[in-house]
Nanobody, 120 residues
Framework: VQLQASGGGLVRAGGSLRLSCAAS????????MGWYRQAPGKQRELVATITSGGSTNYADSVKGRLTISRDNAENTVYLQMNSLKPEDTAVYYC???????????????WGQGTQVTVSS
């Protein structure tokens, strides 16, 4: 199983970006999916999560600006990022709890990270 993230880049403050993360491999089902970020010199922090049923959870710092969604048929999670601020600059990682075909329990998988840089 692999998670492949894409969509990062350089944007000015107030701009928008859309991140995508596709899961591939011998997947039976996916539970929660989410986005995390790590800024230089800081610990990795939760940005947003979404359950298989579509329930969402956001960090207070991104509420109203970032929106998480998923396409269960495509095993893909998205992060629409609007009204970006310089403090949103970080490497963004996707994560998912995945049941593989034939597995007795789910595993947590992480994508490779994609850089988001917001200039002032």
């Amino acid at each position: 199983v692999q998670l492949q993230a894409s969509g990062g880049g350089l944007v000015r403050a107030g701009g928008s970006l859309r991140l995508s993360c596709a899961a591939s491999g011998t997947i039976f089902s996916i539970n929660d999916m989410g986005w995390y970020r790590q800024a230089p010199g800081k610990q990795r922090e939760l940005v947003a999560t979404i359950t298989s049923g579509g329930s969402t959870n956001y960090a207070d710092s991104v509420k109203g600006r970032l929106t998480i969604s998923r396409d269960n048929a495509e095993n893909t999670v998205y992060l629409q990022m609007n009204s970006l601020k310089p403090e949103d600059t970080a490497v963004y990682y996707c994560a998912a709890t995945i049941w593989e075909n034939g597995s007795n329990w789910p595993f947590d998988y992480w994508g490779q990270g994609t850089q988001v840089t917001v200039s002032s």
